[in-house]
């Protein structure tokens, strides 16, 4: 792990970084942007499944989550460039490790959700009840999204990052 | 002015605030900041999205229980802004870009105001002239929600 870090402290993008005054306010900022992208349209989509504003149909809902992947992306390139550029605060920082372990349950349940829950609601129009399955998806994306931004929150607190 | 500031600082809460070493007191209400600013964001995006005529089969007023996540969101962030504003008063209040923040913060709830106004009450499809304003509502918010996240990042390094 030390030497990793050691290692991606050599590199250019990381020595960019330690050195700019402004690149890393500049990737914060864009972070809490995507952040917003994120839980918003996911957020969105997740209460259709759940059960809520049930006029949308479902199908409709979902046309909107590329926006949530464009802003996924925003906060892995943002994501990567603060980890390359001050790899010594993620290295040993247990809130670090929790979001990526909530990350990995997103990304795990939105699997699920295509594999076993896609093709029963994307046809559900107006109105439309959720089955069980879909609403507890739903919950769990919610829950874990939320959980990605408590632990981010909280990297210098619990961990050592700033 | 600098008085009430130091004596706002100076208050138990504030002290708990900015001192007390529990994960409760500042850790946490700065990450309800940052949920609130999520759901804020987030909500408003979704109906920012729409009126640029995304996702067509969304009826407009399908929508509009979404106002009242932005608004208990923004009760939240009132709340712990607050908290935050007066664990540090004397700093905050000299800094140029906390008002610049609110300020963009006050346009965006009226913006959302205006926004909710034609959600609730628009019936599709949009005239020309009507389609054009709400984009345009649409645009704004999107540039003053920006506008709010970047002056509120910016204050902890200005």
Redesign the interface.
Known sequence: MDALVAWLQATTLSRMVVQSLWIW?FC??IH??G???????A??FDLRLIG??K???V???K??MP?AVWGFLLNLTTGIVFVVGHPEQYAHNSAFVAKMGFLLLAGLNAVLFEWMVSAQVVDLG?GDETPAMAKVIGTLSLVSW?AV??CG??LP??GNAF | MTEFLTWLEGTALAVWTRESPSLWAYPTILTLHTVGLGIVVGANAVVDLRLLGFSPRIPFPALRPLFRFVWWAFALNAATGVLLFMADATTKAKQPIFYLKLTFIGLALWNTMLSKRVIVEEREPLERERLSRSRRLAVVSLLLWTGAITAGRLMAYL
């Not at chain 1, 952040?35 to 349209?41: A, D, E, M, N, P």
């Open positions: 306010p914060e900022t809490f942007v952040l917003g992208l994120v839980i918003g349209v957020g969105f809520f504003m006029r949308v149909p199908s409709a809902a046309e909107l926006f107006a939320f931004l408590y929150r909280m607190f619990i």
